[in-house]
C-alpha cells in the first residue's frame, strides 16, 4: 500500500518490541492496526507475572502525580483529512495528550490509526504507548479536553494575579479543600468585617 501522506510505498516492520505495523519507507508515518495492537498488549500483560502487573500499576499511579515535564511540541504534519486507504472513508481526528496540539488519524471501522513519524515518536516519549485503547476511547478523549480546559484556567489565572500571587491562592485553596472548618473559614473570609457585632 502507500503512504497516506508522501505516496511512498509502505512495508511491514517492527515499531516496537514485537509490535508490527507498515511503515512508510520515505517519511516513516506508521499505519497501526488496532487488532494487531490489543493482541500485542494481551502477549505483553500474559507475560507479566502478578507482582511484575502489580508494579506497573504503581509506577503507573506514581507518574499520574508527578508534575509531567515540559515536551517538544510536534507539529501537526497533516491537518487536513485524510482517507483510509482500505474503505476509503474520512479519518477522524483523536488527540493523544493535553500538553500535545496535535491529532493522529483514525479510521474507526478499519481499526486503524495513522501517526506521522514525529507524532509516533511522541507517543512513545510520553510513554503512552502502552495506553493507545484508552486514549482513543470517548472517555480518554473527554479526558483530554477537560486537561485542556484546566490547563487553560490556570494559565488566565497566573496571568490575572500574577505567577507567585496564584501559587500562594493554589495552595490556600488546596489547604481549605481538605479543612474540617472549611465553611466557617469561608465565611470569615467573606465577610466585610469578622469582629463586627452582629446587628440586632
Not at 26 to 42: E, F, H, N, S, T
Amino acid at each position: 500500500m502507500q503512504c497516506l501522506t508522501c505516496k511512498s510505498q509502505m512495508q511491514t516492520q517492527e515499531v516496537a518490541k514485537g509490535l508490527l505495523s507498515a511503515v512508510c519507507t520515505a517519511c516513516a508515518g506508521v499505519w497501526l492496526d488496532l487488532r494487531v495492537y490489543q493482541r500485542w498488549i494481551a502477549a505483553r500483560q500474559s507475560a507479566l507475572t502478578p507482582s511484575q502487573l502489580n508494579d506497573a500499576a504503581s509506577t503507573q499511579v506514581l507518574a499520574s502525580e508527578v508534575e509531567p515535564e515540559p515536551l517538544e511540541p510536534v507539529t501537526e504534519a497533516t491537518p487536513q483529512a485524510l482517507r483510509c486507504p482500505q474503505c476509503q472513508n474520512l479519518l477522524q481526528k483523536y488527540r493523544i495528550a493535553s500538553q500535545q496540539a496535535f491529532r493522529v488519524d483514525r479510521c474507526a471501522p478499519c481499526h486503524q490509526v495513522w501517526f506521522d513519524a514525529p507524532e509516533w515518536r511522541s507517543l512513545n516519549e510520553q510513554g503512552l504507548l502502552t495506553s493507545l485503547t484508552a486514549i482513543l476511547s470517548d472517555r480518554g478523549q473527554r479526558d483530554i479536553r477537560a486537561a485542556e480546559t484546566r490547563e487553560r484556567l490556570a494559565q488566565m489565572y497566573q496571568q490575572r494575579f500574577g505567577a507567585a500571587d496564584y501559587a500562594q491562592a493554589a495552595a490556600v485553596r488546596e489547604w481549605l479543600a481538605q479543612h474540617p472548618q472549611r465553611r466557617h473559614i469561608l465565611a470569615y473570609l467573606s465577610a466585610p468585617d469578622p469582629y463586627a457585632a452582629p446587628a440586632n
